[in-house]
């Protein structure tokens, strides 16, 4: 057995956190896109989405999965 443990760089932690995040964005979005956007979130979903192309890939993901 070894006591030796690969450490993971602050830069991959952050990504890693920053992508749940957007996943967990992601899962907002489509449960709200299911029972119909306001007027109000139609705009600030759109925002989100212009802010990273990684919104898009993660909205589409999760959309595929739900």
């Known amino acids: 057995?070894?006591?030796?443990?690969?450490?993971?760089?602050l830069s991959s932690r952050r990504q890693a956190?920053?992508?749940?995040?957007?996943?967990?964005?992601?899962c907002d979005?489509?449960?709200k896109l299911d029972r119909q956007l306001?007027?109000?979130?139609?705009q600030q979903l759109q925002?989100?989405?212009q802010q990273d192309s990684a919104h898009q890939?993660?909205?589409?993901?999760?959309?595929a999965l739900w």
Do not use: D, F, G, K
């Open 1 to 9: 057995m070894s006591n030796i443990h690969p450490i993971q760089s």
């Open 17 to 26: 956190e920053q992508a749940e995040r957007r996943t967990e964005q992601a």
């Open 29 to 31: 979005w489509i449960a």
């Open 38 to 42: 306001s007027a109000e979130e139609h």
């Open 47 to 49: 925002q989100w989405l």
């Open 57 to 63: 890939a993660a909205l589409m993901e999760v959309a």
